[in-house]
Structures are given as C-alpha cells and as structure tokens.
C-alpha cells in the first residue's frame, strides 16, 4: 500500500504565501512524478504543478511566475511553494505521484487534500 500524506495548507491574505508538503510513504519501488492539483467549488479539479523524476516540471498558466514545486527525493516529498496568492487560488489542494511499487509497475495515487482558502 501506499499513503501521500499532505501538510501546509490554511487561511492566508491575498498576496501571501503558503508552503504545502505531501510525503509518499509505502511499498514504493520508484516515483515518476509527483505533483499538485485544486478543485474549487463547482469547478473540476486541475493540474497546477508537476515535476517528474528528472527534474521537468510544468505549471498552469494560472500560477506560472507565482508558485514553485519541489521535490526531495530521498524522503518521497513533493513541495510546492505558493507566493502572491490571489482569491481565485482557493481550493482544496491534492497531491499526486506517479508510483512503482511490488506489485504494479506504475499506479497513480492521491492525497487527502488540503484547503487553502485567500481571503481578507
């Protein structure tokens, strides 16, 4: 089994910034990509940021310039740093990764979520 276990998230100003954490634990074998996705309320849930196992990343419109994802291999970790947040950017955050494990040769999993409300 695997588990993403995601941190970070709150209620922040516009304009501020938040850090989000998600930790892969488990069977894991290798990690492709791991990578971050929001839903908003009534909208589809969207990328936002992604980073594969060699580094390329690739980011919506929307956040490019504004937020960075990162990734520390050694402890299953992605991050993503998130600078001028603007209201349209709340949402609940879900982490994402790309998995090898025992039994599958590659699974994607998901987090639990995360919200992250800007808001005055």
């Known amino acids: 089994q695997v588990q993403l276990v995601e941190s970070g998230g709150g209620l922040v100003q516009p304009g501020g910034s938040l850090r989000l954490s998600c930790a892969a634990s488990g069977s894991i074998v290798s990690i492709y990509s791991m990578g971050w996705y929001r839903q908003a309320p009534g909208k589809e849930r969207e990328l936002v940021a992604l980073m594969d196992n060699i580094g390329r990343t690739n980011y919506a419109d929307s956040v490019k310039g504004r937020f960075t994802i990162s990734r520390d291999n050694a402890k299953n970790t992605v991050y993503l740093q998130m600078n001028s947040l603007k209201p349209e950017d709340t949402a609940v955050y879900y982490c994402?990764?790309?998995?090898?494990?025992?039994?599958?040769?590659?699974?994607?999993?998901w987090g639990q979520g995360t919200q992250v409300t800007v808001s005055s």
């Open positions: 994402n990764a790309l998995i090898r494990t025992e039994r599958s040769y590659a699974n994607p999993y």
